[in-house]
């Protein structure tokens, strides 16, 4: 018999077969750019949110940006995908520009005396105290003071917030993010409503006062 003869007859109209090896494979660089595509809407999404800090989201973003260029390349040249060899994770790097709090200064806003420092404050009081002044300055004129975030170097942040009774001044290493300073806000009026009484009495002071932020502080500098 013939090798004609072997093959199986098909029906008019019917499609020809195709053998499995002939199906067509995944492109990888299409999978990848996928992927990276998904990061980047996820951060987007993180720093709408106030997840993650300006400084992160720079960082990161410029780190799948070089990827996803790299997918393309591969896409548009036909060349098999190439990455360059940097076995740094996304997640070392997001830590890495993570704003850390290494010290917070609890101003008393009545008397303009300092009540108490956790951690380590490095910034002069040169640099403090003018905004500090600013600050006072408001509340005397009932006014009521917008937090203040600034950069003091080439990593060290600033954050004031003034309360009702003290003033908070936080020193962090790296931009914080939006969700820090709204955490330390909140821990910020749990020490002024924990403390209210001693405060409406004047009898405030180091030795007898609650302090929400201690945690705060001592978590991030473990961290």
């Known amino acids: 018999m013939s090798d004609d003869a072997k093959k199986p007859i ?17 492109n990888p660089a299409e999978a990848f750019k996928a992927t990276v595509e998904a990061k980047i809407q996820g951060i987007l999404s993180e720093f709408a949110e106030g997840k993650i800090s300006r400084e992160q989201f720079q960082v990161i973003y410029a780190r799948y ?9 591969a896409l548009m ?3 098999e995908l190439s ?13 890495a520009h993570q704003g850390k709090a290494t010290g917070l200064m609890i101003y008393y806003n009545r ?37 203040l975030v600034k950069k003091i170097g080439e990593k060290e942040w600033l954050l004031l917030a003034m309360g009702r009774y003290t003033t ?5 290493k790296h931009e914080p993010a939006q969700i820090q300073i709204r955490e330390l806000e909140t821990l910020h009026t749990h020490f002024e409503e924990a ?22 502080v001592e978590k991030r500098l473990k961290g």
């Open 10 to 26: 098909r029906k008019l109209g019917e499609k020809p077969t195709t053998p499995p090896d002939a199906a067509k494979k995944p």
């Open 77 to 79: 040249t036909g060349n």
């Open 195 to 216: 403390n209210r009484t001693l405060f409406e009495t004047e009898k405030a002071n180091s030795n007898n006062m609650a302090y929400p932020f201690l945690e705060f």
């Open 168 to 172: 908070i001044v936080t020193q962090f």
């Open 111 to 147: 008397s303009g005396t300092i009540l108490e420092t956790l951690g380590e404050l490095t910034v002069p009081i040169s640099v403090i105290g003018p905004l500090l002044n600013d600050f006072s300055f408001l509340m005397t004129g009932n006014k009521r003071a917008e937090r």
């Open 65 to 73: 940006s070089e990827q996803l260029a790299i997918a393309n390349a």
């Open 83 to 95: 990455q360059n060899k940097d076995n740094t994770s996304t997640i070392a790097v997001r830590s």
